[in-house]
C-alpha cells in the first residue's frame, strides 16, 4: 500500500449523497459556479463526514470562495 494512503480512512456514503450533490450544484451555479459532477460528489462526502480534501485542484478552491463550506488543504 502506498505510505500515504495508510493514513486515509474510508468513509460511509451519505443516505441522500446524489441530492445533495444536486443541492450543492445548484447552489454553486446560483453563485455563477459550474462544477463537474464528480466534484460534487467528493465535495459532498466530505461535507457529509466533516472532513479536509486534500487537494491540488482548484475546483474546490471555487467552490469555497462560491460560499461552499469545504475544508481545504492544499498540496
Known sequence: MIPLLSG???????PSLWEE???LGYFLAR???????????????ALSHSVALLT?????????RAGAQLLLVDL
Open 56 to 64: 491540488g485542484d482548484p475546483d474546490f478552491r471555487g467552490m469555497k
Open 8 to 14: 486515509c480512512h474510508l468513509l460511509s456514503e451519505p
Open 31 to 45: 453563485h455563477g459556479l459550474t462544477v463537474k459532477t464528480v466534484d460534487l460528489l467528493v465535495a459532498t462526502y
Open 21 to 23: 450533490a444536486g443541492d
